[in-house]
């Protein structure tokens, strides 16, 4: 039976057909709510867990800088959740571009012995980056 768009009355077949909206508009929110629930488990942080040290001088900076380096407690680094090596940084660095301007932030855990963070700093520095952030909690 053809769709009928007006408001005139149903003939002597019965019943028009009629297009029910509710229904539709109930299967688009069950789609838009199970699409951002998807989207929302498929972000991850690529981090290994650190305990940071805690300053209460430090300072919330909003700009997530590009590069991200972490070091656990038993002294291994990171670099978006791959293990490298010092000259690793230094390298890839130098293979970025990164300039003086360019921003790197350490997250060394509570444990980290000085002289790891040290290197990972020395690193950054041969590669010309002047901005150094270091991750604390609050």
Known sequence: MPVKLTNQAADDEGDAARIEIIPLID???FLLAAFMLVSLSMTYMRRVPIDLPQASTSVADPHVPPYQLAIDASGVTTWEGQLVTLSEITRRLKAADAAA??????????????????????????AGVEKVSFETKR
Request: no cysteine; aromatic share 4%; glycine share 6%.
């Open 101 to 126: 301007d360019t921003r790197v932030m350490i997250s060394a855990d509570a444990e980290a012995r000085h002289g790891q963070v040290l290197g990972v700093l020395n690193a950054v520095r041969d």
């Open 27 to 29: 299967i688009m929110f």
